[in-house]
């Protein structure tokens, strides 16, 4: 046993607060369910994130597709194309104010946070079709912006990037993604040696999601799991954060090589003890942070 950990007072306590999940993995009959406990467990935490950062939130459409419109204090610098998680079966932009208020607050950014259709009813390519949309009205504005994701999100914003290089549309000026859910396919150590580690997200769940996400296609193309798909040293810089019990840490890991070996300019940052998109939690002095390093790159690399 680890004799010293650098984990906060504040993440070992809620480590051992956390209450077990006892859904059985998502089906399509149950995912209902999983919804629900996402919502239950996160809206209050979203409600709380908007009142301590001062933003304004409304609903918006943008070439037909739901979103959040997210404004900071004051005349926006720049904008940031967030995508939320969930596993592309659970979530919604409303819920992951958590982490893009935060980052409007934090870098003054307006940010549109893309409600994008769910599997089952709505399997790939409904979620690349709805972000698509909203990443090409965006370049037509003539005006640079980010991307930012988390957990399936991260996939997405991945997803995003990729096409624009094969497309030749606009590169994104800077690509942020928390424990980004980039292999689809499953590879990685600690998808096995993280499960019962970390306290937030299960194997199990991870390989529903992917088959309910994927339905009949090969969830190991590009196009589902990016961390297959080509990066270049033209590429915009990327900031990865994860932990170490992160379920999908090792995805995180080999997604940040890659970057490197083809020269794409990537800042991996690993926090001991912690887990799957640990920013959620604003009582950790970790989630604190990382938000504020997330902020500081993406501001970096944001026009005014």
Known sequence: M??????????????????????????AETIHLHRQSAKDAFLPRAERAV??????????????VPCLDIQPKGTPKGTVLYC??????SGSAQEDLIVSAELCAGT?????????RLAPEHPWPAANEDAAVVYDALCASDTGFALAG???????ALTLMQRAANEGLAAPSAVLLLSPWCDLGHGGDSLHNNDGRDPTLRLDYVRAASALYSGAEDPNRPEISPINGAFSADGPPVMITTGTRDLLLSQCVELARRMRGAGQPVDLEVFDGLWHVFEFYDELPEARASLDACAAFLRSHLSG
């Open 84 to 89: 939320f998680g969930g596993g592309y079966i």
């Open 108 to 116: 003054g950014a307006r940010v549109v946070s893309v409600d994008y």
């Open 2 to 27: 680890t004799d010293k950990s650098y984990m906060s007072a504040e993440a070992t306590q809620l480590l051992a607060e956390f209450a077990p999940n006892d859904l059985d993995p998502p089906t």
């Open 150 to 156: 988390e957990s399936a999100g991260g996939n997405l």
């Open 51 to 64: 009142a301590r950062t001062g933003v304004s939130v409304r609903e918006a459409e943008i070439g037909g």
